[in-house]
Nanobody
Framework: QVQLVESGGGSVQAGGSLTLTCEGS????????VGWFRQAPGKEREAVAA???????LYTDSMKGRLTISKDSAKNRLYLQMNGLKPEDTAMYYC???????????????????????WGQGTQVTVSS
């Protein structure tokens, strides 16, 4: 059974940093396209970043330059380091896995959500001004 469990969310002031962690079980994250999505209140869920089996990375334009997505194959974890956080980054952040695309990520990342069929429960990020 595939399970994804996020952690690392919290409350920070604008300009601060957070690192989110997604721990996988029942799935080897390094073999697949895995990514982070977010959903703010009243808004649709959107892709934030993804990384494929070859460690190629994709980022949403709105957060590009402030994010680093990475995988630790030994620990079977996915990370999202976020810097220069802004109040508009406040959202629930979800880890997700695409197990059907042979380890490659659909591009553009903004259209990739339908391919991600396994999701974590989310971790809240709140950025105050």
């Amino acid at each position: 059974q595939v399970q994804l469990v996020e952690s690392g969310g919290g409350s920070v002031q604008a300009g601060g940093s957070l690192t989110l962690t997604c721990e996988g079980s029942g799935v080897t994250l390094s073999r697949y396209c895995v990514g982070w999505f977010r959903q703010a209140p009243g808004k649709e869920r959107e892709a934030v970043a993804a990384v494929d089996r070859n460690y190629n990375t994709l980022y949403t334009d709105s957060m590009k330059g402030r994010l680093t997505i990475s995988k630790d194959s030994a620990k079977n974890r996915l990370y999202l380091q976020m810097n220069g956080l802004k109040p508009e980054d406040t959202a629930m952040y979800y880890c997700a896995a695409d197990l059907a695309s042979g380890g490659y990520c659909y591009v553009p990342i903004g259209d990739a959500e339908p391919f991600f069929v396994y999701w974590g429960q989310g971790t809240q990020v709140t950025v105050s001004s």
